[in-house]
């Protein structure tokens, strides 16, 4: 009977096993309601059998060695030789490819067996995602040897090779928590674990700290010499321990934010309930204590260009500033609201103004059918002068991010009126389409353009502890095969919307990008202009060239503003 009978008549086995604990006849019984956690997924792995030539090998290592994710690697060594075994790194990367039939290529004169893949993406040994390019491929090659009359992998590189669907079951993203500059809210970078030792693993990589692209930008309670004190993370009926060296111990501060840090990432998991630190074997001091806000929402009041006055939506109805505020001139657009309400930013041909218009929020605005007329121009002021000025967006500290098609870097007004360059050297050369800061004010995505290619990138923001941007960090490029943008917006503090180009004819493209994790693509309506977002993707909201405001629903979008020029949640 070979191997793949046996694994069937296994699987088949563990059905019916299944299917027979559930009565189908007597009295109808009351339960207790209780719901027992489900057990982590492990698959059954078979070694190699004795008449396996060299691409059978392969492929049974293949298929153990992603396995062993979720298990140990224990199985997946049988198929090497013992000096390979013993020096093979299952832990140094992760390589993904796209799921479908790939063949292995034998080369008796060479002794190898080679395989080319579909790249999809790879994972570093922290966990740190990167998506592959469309058309990328990745080529495999295992040196073979015989020993005792059979075939055994010789020499290989590091890491494991899984399928994208077995990606998707074996590893868990994870979101690690750092605290801002201020040590006032959460910020978090995304890292894709083992799910079957996820716990272990996040505390493990949130005590070594953020990425070096990331480090200056975030606070962490961790000092350098932390680690963990026992590999493993226990937890027991909802409850994670975690142990740390006596080395982790740092100011009373900085072990407040450690602990309110394990609290944060480990409760992600689902099977995390509550978190108990020690240090050198005691409970982690209480004598200070940090508690990180969430990242802000914004309100639920968008702001709105009608008619060429400005106004609020709040998701059912639209109401306009009064007549005796004034219109908006001719031609303006890329409108953008604080986050507390008080200032609205729009661009015309000679830059990008700021007004109070809207600062009475919505019971000082009027319904459309009940507002007078206006004649006057809407009270501004000019805070960037520049006719070919991007759409602007405000961070959580009230300051405004602004920048020139032309390139020349970005500029940050400040809530002082002092402006901030930031990013000249990194965007020399460049044409800027759109600029958005994330809501936790520690990333901001740029789409730029060099030699007609499109470039997104995201750059963290190091600020001083009062939250004053200081500088940009190293850009990192996100979202392979996003074409041009004409506008960002973040859908919540990790993941952000990219508008294309109008393409005649049909949908424009819209895409969603999460920092160290997918990109996917969705259509929207044609011919759009602007996208923004309250949280979350089902919050989207696209204006068209038309007038019309369309709202993501499910899988598709549903008309809900028409004559709207645009639109624009906080941010």
């Not at 046996?6 to 719901?35: D, F």
């Not at 109805?317 to 005796?324: F, M, N, Y």
Request: hydrophobic residues 45%; contains cysteine; glycine residues 10%.
């Amino acid at each position: 009977m070979n191997r793949a009978m046996v694994a069937g008549m296994a699987a088949l086995a563990v059905t019916l096993t299944a299917c027979a604990a559930i009565p189908t006849e007597g009295e109808v019984a009351e339960g207790n309601g209780e719901v027992l956690p489900v057990a982590p997924f492990e698959p059954i792995l078979s070694g190699p059998a004795p008449e396996d030539g060299p691409a059978a090998i392969v492929t049974g290592f293949l298929t153990a060695s992603a396995g062993g994710v979720a298990t140990d690697f224990t199985v997946a060594r049988q198929f090497l030789t013992d000096e390979a075994a013993a020096q093979w790194d299952p832990g140094a990367q992760t390589i993904v490819y796209s799921s479908g039939a790939v063949a292995p290529e034998w080369d008796e004169e060479s002794h190898t067996v080679a395989y080319e893949v579909p790249l999809d993406s790879t994972l570093d040994d922290s966990g740190l995602r990167s998506d592959a390019t469309e058309g990328d491929v990745v080529q495999l090659v295992f040196e073979m040897t015989e020993v005792d009359g059979q075939w055994r992998i010789s020499e290989l590189a590091d890491g494991v090779v899984v399928t994208a669907a077995n990606f998707q079951s074996f590893y868990r993203q994870v979101p690690l928590v750092f605290a801002t500059s201020d040590l006032s809210m959460a910020t978090s970078e995304l890292r894709w674990l083992p799910d079957n030792f996820a716990a272990t693993a996040a505390a493990r990589e949130l005590v070594q700290g953020p990425s070096a692209w990331l480090a200056d930008a975030v606070e962490t309670g961790f000092p350098a010499t932390a680690a963990l004190a026992v590999e493993s993370v226990v937890v027991d009926g909802g409850v994670a321990t975690v142990d740390l060296t006596a080395q982790s111990a740092g100011t009373l501060t900085e072990r407040a934010l450690a602990d309110e840090q394990l609290r944060l990432t480990l409760s992600s998991l689902p099977d995390v309930t509550s978190v108990d630190v020690r240090i050198g074997g005691l409970p982690i001091s209480d004598e200070v204590e940090i508690d990180l806000d969430p990242v802000p929402v914004p309100d639920r009041y968008a702001a709105v260009i009608v008619d060429n006055r400005l106004g609020l939506w709040n998701g059912e109805e639209v109401r306009i500033t009064p007549g005796e505020i004034g219109l908006l001139p001719e031609g303006t657009r890329g409108v953008a609201r604080n986050y507390d309400g008080s200032s609205t930013a729009f661009v015309t041909g000679e830059g990008v103004s700021v007004t109070r218009a809207l600062a009475g929020g919505w019971d000082a605005a009027v319904p459309a059918d009940a507002a007078s007329d206006a004649t006057d121009v809407v009270e501004s002021t000019l805070v960037f002068a520049a006719n070919d000025a991007v759409d602007p967006s405000f961070d959580r500290y009230g300051d405004l991010w602004v920048a020139r098609q032309a390139g020349g870097g970005l500029q940050v007004v400040t809530t002082d009126g002092e402006t901030i360059t930031l990013g000249a050297d990194w965007l020399s050369g460049r044409s800027i389409n759109a600029v958005s800061v994330s809501p936790s004010g520690t990333y901001v995505a740029v789409q730029s353009r060099t030699g007609g290619q499109p470039i997104l990138e995201v750059v963290a923001v190091v600020r001083d502890s009062a939250g004053v941007p200081l500088a940009l960090g190293e850009p990192k490029p996100v979202g392979p095969g996003v074409g041009l943008g004409v506008d960002i917006s973040w859908v919540d503090d990790l993941t952000f919307a990219v508008l294309g180009e109008p393409v005649e004819g049909s949908a424009s493209p819209l895409w969603t990008v999460t920092v160290g994790g997918a990109t996917a693509a969705l259509a929207t309506v044609r011919d759009a202009v602007s996208v923004s977002a309250r949280s979350g993707v089902t919050s989207l909201v696209v204006a068209s060239a038309e007038g019309t405001v369309e709202e993501r629903s499910g899988t598709s979008w549903s008309q809900v503003l028409e004559g709207i020029t645009d639109i624009a949640y906080a941010g």
